[in-house]
């Protein structure tokens, strides 16, 4: 099917050509809708995104207050979006602040509502910057902050340096010797 002269296969490769150059355009008419449509969903979900941030609480002096009392961690949201949810605790995090100090210490519930504490604990210093509100804590050993990313009575969401994310929610005393004393 080639002449001497070649020019069959021009007009084979010419034809050829034409013939992808059509499939190209009706491929990409083909895709024209759905590119609209994905415009559109990136578009709304930098719009919720922006809703989000935009939105995010914003934690007053007056709030402070609440960060008193027994926390117990329910779970962490790791950088990468991963999420470790603790079940039963051994241990709660007390915090006691005032006036933007105090201090923050581990402490084990026990089955009759009282708490196994210990001597040790982590003074807590309460610091506002630029919109946000950090945790600075340091022991004679080392120093170290989260900020304060959420807080209400019975939740509380730390982030570290790492960019973990600690959700706490508001702890209470257990009492299964059901012996009627109300825990403190």
Request: proline share 2%; charged share 30%.
């Amino acid at each position: 099917m080639t002449s001497p002269d070649g020019s069959g296969i021009l007009f084979l490769a010419i034809l050829t050509k034409g013939r992808m150059a059509r499939k190209r355009y009706s491929v990409q008419q083909e895709l024209a809708p759905k590119n609209n449509n994905y415009m559109k969903n990136t578009l709304s979900i930098f719009f919720i995104a922006f809703l989000f941030v935009g939105c995010q609480q914003k934690i007053k002096t007056a709030d402070i207050s609440k960060i008193n009392g027994y926390w117990e961690i329910e779970k962490v949201v790791f950088d990468a979006g991963k999420d470790k949810d603790y079940g039963m605790n051994e241990s709660y995090d007390f915090f006691k602040i005032s006036d933007n100090k105090g201090i923050r210490k581990k402490v084990m519930p026990q089955l009759d509502g009282t708490f196994l504490v210990n001597d040790v604990y982590e003074n807590v210093a309460v610091r506002f910057a630029d919109d946000k509100v950090f945790l600075d804590y340091s022991t004679s050993y080392m120093k170290w902050s989260e900020e304060l990313i959420a807080l209400s009575e019975e939740e509380l969401v730390l982030l570290n340096k790492d960019k973990m994310e600690y959700h706490y929610k508001k702890a209470t005393p257990i009492n299964l010797l059901g012996d009627g004393k109300k825990a403190e």
